[in-house]
């Protein structure tokens, strides 16, 4: 079964720049079954879906977030990350990573990431 | 983009009654949606996806049913660890995208 666990700051600046990775065990990060997301939530608000990218490199983005995401994979590690630029305090949320086929199969954790000065 | 709606916001049911939770699409997504649960400290766990087929594990009181823009999740008899927050999401249109809905509440009456 597939497992993921995000790692990375809990505390960023405000105006710098976010970074998560995303782990994968249990399985390949290049199978063509699937894509590899990133979703976020806000302090008691819903999910919001930011991004995801295929194995090869492919990525779609969330239109509202685009200019300041980047995510990437390295097949060789079996992990995926996350890059938000030019962060502010909206941007404090758990973020998750998960496992996409269509629907998001497996879930990380979560990590709180908290934008702050 | 395509908009979910969730309604009704909080739910307040009693252990054993039924819970009906809506999901509404600004547009048709056919049958492209999936329902998630989500418990305090937890992340989400997929229960439903194709509008109607329960995932690995979920048990057979979770139901899912609708398609186009109108879609229903009911939990026929409550236990207590149903008590959660509910995701709808639609895929109808990914790639590129995928947007979820506000989330229901379902609260202990």
């Known amino acids: 079964q597939l497992q993921l666990q995000e790692s990375g700051p809990g505390l960023v600046k405000p105006s710098e720049t976010l970074s998560l990775t995303c782990t994968v065990s249990g399985g390949s990060i290049s199978s063509s079954s699937y894509y590899w997301g990133w979703i976020r939530q806000p302090p008691g608000k819903g999910l919001e879906w930011i991004g995801s990218i295929y194995y090869s490199g492919s990525t779609y983005y969330n239109p509202s977030l685009k200019s300041r995401v980047t995510i990437s994979v390295d097949t060789s590690k079996n992990q995926f990350s996350l890059k938000l630029s030019s962060v502010t305090a909206a941007d404090t949320a758990v973020y998750y990573c998960?496992?996409?086929?269509?629907?998001?199969?497996?879930w990380g954790q979560g990590t709180l990431v908290t934008v702050s000065s | 983009e395509i908009v979910m709606t969730q309604s009704p916001a909080t739910l307040s049911v009693s252990p054993g009654e039924r819970a009906t939770l809506s999901c509404r699409a600004s547009q048709s997504v056919s049958s492209n949606l999936a329902w998630y649960q989500q418990k305090p400290g937890q992340a989400p766990r997929l229960l439903i996806y194709?509008?109607?087929t329960r995932a690995t594990g979920i048990p057979a009181r979770f139901s899912g049913s609708g398609s186009g823009t109108e879609f229903t999740l009911t939990i026929s008899s409550l236990q207590s660890e149903d008590f959660a927050v509910y995701y709808c999401?639609?895929?109808?249109?990914?790639?590129?995208?995928?947007?979820f809905g506000g989330g229901t509440k379902v609260e202990i009456k």
């Open positions: 998960a496992c996409l086929d269509l629907y998001f199969d497996y």
């Open positions: 194709g509008a109607s």
């Open positions: 999401q639609q895929y109808n249109n990914w790639p590129p995208a995928l947007t």
